[in-house]
């Protein structure tokens, strides 16, 4: 990336990521689009993005879907905004 750092998430794909999750467990959601490890941070948004990434703590056990267009209102989670993009 150049000198100008990403201001506005990359949509990584127009799907929710489901992901199984442990009740308590913390997770760190990718939320600039540019992680290697979706729908999780990696760190790529240090070298690349003003955006950061977003904590999650599970409520339960079980699956998660993870927001994959970055851009829906329950960030880190899928509210479907990915259908009217």
């Excluded at 003003?50 to 999650?56: A, C, E, L």
Aim: hydrophobic fraction near 25%.
């Amino acid at each position: 990336m150049s000198d100008s750092k990403l201001t506005h998430p990359v949509a990584a794909q127009k799907a929710p990521y489901a992901l199984e999750v442990e009740a308590g467990k913390n997770y760190t959601w990718c939320a600039c689009g540019l992680s290697k490890k979706q729908p999780l941070c990696d760190g790529s948004h240090k070298a690349g993005s003003t955006i950061g990434p977003i904590r999650y703590t599970a409520p339960k056990d079980g699956k998660a879907y993870f927001c994959g267009c970055k851009e829906s209102v329950n960030r880190p989670l899928c509210d479907g905004t990915h259908g009217k993009i």
